[in-house]
Structures are given as structure tokens and as C-alpha cells.
């Protein structure tokens, strides 16, 4: 069974950035929409930014103009650059598909503090 695994999470000061990324394995990565996903202690999971196949990007307006999706194919790689973190963003992120039909990974911890 295939899996995914999320990287570059840390902690970082109000106004810092990030690039998350995640690794896919044993799955037809190509041929899905993806999305990065978070979730905060005491919160539901939510979508924070969704990608297509073709690589049209939407994004949760708390996020918009801040954050960007992208996609390598050939990598089996998705990335979220997070630019202008606020502490509102903390959260483990995760991705998976849009229909979050993958097994969820371990995620990855992004902590914003001054």
C-alpha cells in the first residue's frame, strides 16, 4: 500500500516562512487533485489548499496570498511554500488526495511564536 510522508515543519517566528513537502509512494500521484491539509489541537482537519492535476491552485481565504501549492509529477512531490506565518497558523499539516481517499501520514508540525 502506498503512503505519504510530510517534511519541513518547525518552529518560526510571526512574519517567517516554510516549505512543507510530501513524498508520495506507491500511488498514482499524477493522476489525482491533491490537497495540504492542518489541523490544530481541539479542531477539526480542514482543507487549506487544493491543487488539480493540471495545477490550478485554490486556496482558504485565511491562507490566500500568503501561502502556494505546487506539484511535481515526476517527483511524486507536493509542496506548500508558507510565506507571512501568523500563530493562527499553527497546526500539523498533512496531505492527501482531495477526496482524502490515502491513508493519512504522520504529518508535520509548524509551530509560529514569537
Known amino acids: 500500500q502506498g503512503q505519504v510522508v510530510e517534511s519541513g515543519g518547525r518552529l518560526v517566528q510571526p512574519g517567517g516562512s516554510l516549505r512543507l513537502s510530501c513524498v508520495a509512494s506507491?500511488?498514482?500521484?499524477?493522476?489525482?487533485?491533491m490537497g495540504w491539509y492542518r489541523q490544530a489541537p481541539g479542531n477539526q482537519r480542514e482543507l487549506v489548499a487544493h491543487?488539480?492535476?493540471?495545477?490550478?491552485?485554490n486556496y482558504i481565504d485565511s491562507v490566500k496570498d500568503r501561502f502556494t501549492i505546487s506539484r511535481d509529477n515526476a517527483k511524486e512531490t507536493l509542496y506548500l511554500q508558507m510565506n507571512s506565518l501568523k500563530p493562527e497558523d499553527t497546526a500539523f499539516y498533512y496531505c492527501?488526495?482531495?477526496?482524502?481517499?490515502?491513508?493519512w501520514g504522520q504529518g508535520t508540525q509548524v509551530t509560529v511564536t514569537s
Open positions: 491543487i488539480t492535476t493540471r495545477g490550478s491552485a
Open positions: 506507491g500511488m498514482y500521484f499524477s493522476g489525482y487533485a
Open positions: 492527501n488526495t482531495a477526496s482524502r481517499n490515502w491513508p
